[in-house]
């Protein structure tokens, strides 16, 4: 008899885990294509890690898009969000979020405009936080892909947000030969791909909406022909979130008092407006 069976402890599931150990190892010395497949069993027993927000119910970790018509200020909210997240206090006037570094890819902006607009955002007499970084320039694709994947892998265990405003001045030239929704999904999946690699993190793309109006707002995401004929997969072959703006925001001095109707929606999030 066992020392186990002596003291009455169940180890069933311990032993089962190391088989499927000792099984995953075998297939992969033998080049097996299932080498990674689970089954109902395992998957059942995993706990995984609460799912972690930059906003609280709004801004998921993980790729999210933010979406609304040209100069409706998008970029004055992901700046307000990302100076709240970089001090760790209230966005977007209500809701308490937890303190994370930032990475601002201000790729429309210029130095002078950004301190206008984070001045403008705290108000009399604060300093805009340390915790916030920003970047103006990147001569490439290539590059602004590098510098947000180094940022996320160096600051990893701190949860960091990383804001790309805007995505299209990150987006590398389609191939003449490459159709259009597997070139934007190839995209959305390497950054999906970056930001997933360092749990916790988020990084929220700013995108425009198509100028045709849309009674879903999905369907408002601009897009080639095709994406808008298969509608929903257009938006969401990348970004597990995706925010939409379709009125200005108040953050602008000249727009200010406006009301903001905003629609989200996404694997992390229930449909919402």
């Known amino acids: 008899m066992s020392d186990d069976e002596l003291t009455g402890?169940?180890?069933t599931d311990e032993l089962l885990e190391l088989y499927a150990e000792d099984q995953r190892a075998q297939a992969i010395n033998n080049g097996s294509l299932l080498a990674d497949m689970f089954n109902g069993t395992w998957l059942d027993a995993q706990t995984f890690p609460p799912l972690q927000y930059a906003v609280p119910g709004i801004i998921p970790e993980g790729f999210g898009l933010l979406v609304s018509p040209p100069k409706a200020g998008k970029s004055w909210l992901v700046c307000a969000i990302g100076l709240a997240c970089a001090a760790g206090g209230i966005a977007l006037g209500a809701i308490s979020v937890p303190k994370r570094p930032v990475l601002y890819m201000a790729l429309e902006d210029g130095e002078r405009r950004l301190q206008t607009r984070?001045?403008?955002?705290?108000?009399?007499?604060?300093?805009?936080?340390?915790?916030?970084?920003f970047i103006t320039h990147a001569d490439t694709s290539a590059i602004a892909f590098g510098m947000l994947v180094e940022f996320l892998t160096a600051r990893h265990h701190d949860k960091p947000l990383v804001i790309l405003d805007t995505l299209g001045?990150?987006?590398?030239?389609?191939?003449?030969?490459?159709?259009?929704?597997?070139?934007?999904?190839?995209?959305?999946?390497?950054?999906?791909?970056?930001?997933?690699?360092?749990?916790?993190?988020?990084?929220?793309?700013?995108?425009?909406t198509r100028k045709a109006e849309s009674a879903d707002f999905i369907d408002a995401v601009s897009g080639t022909p095709r994406h808008r004929r298969i509608g929903r997969l257009r938006a969401r072959a990348g970004p597990?979130?995706?925010?939409?703006?379709?009125?200005?925001?108040?953050?602008?001095?000249?727009?200010?008092?406006e009301r903001i109707r905003a629609h989200g929606a996404g694997r992390a999030l229930a449909a919402r407006r």
Request: charged share 20%.
């Open 169 to 208: 001045r990150a987006k590398p030239m389609r191939p003449p030969s490459m159709d259009p929704y597997q070139f934007d999904y190839k995209v959305g999946a390497q950054l999906k791909a970056a930001v997933d690699a360092s749990p916790g993190a988020t990084l929220l793309a700013v995108y425009h």
């Open 240 to 257: 597990q979130t995706t925010q939409h703006r379709s009125l200005p925001l108040g953050h602008r001095p000249r727009r200010g008092g």
């Open 118 to 133: 984070c001045q403008t955002i705290m108000g009399a007499g604060q300093k805009i936080p340390g915790g916030i970084h």
């Open 9 to 11: 402890i169940d180890r």
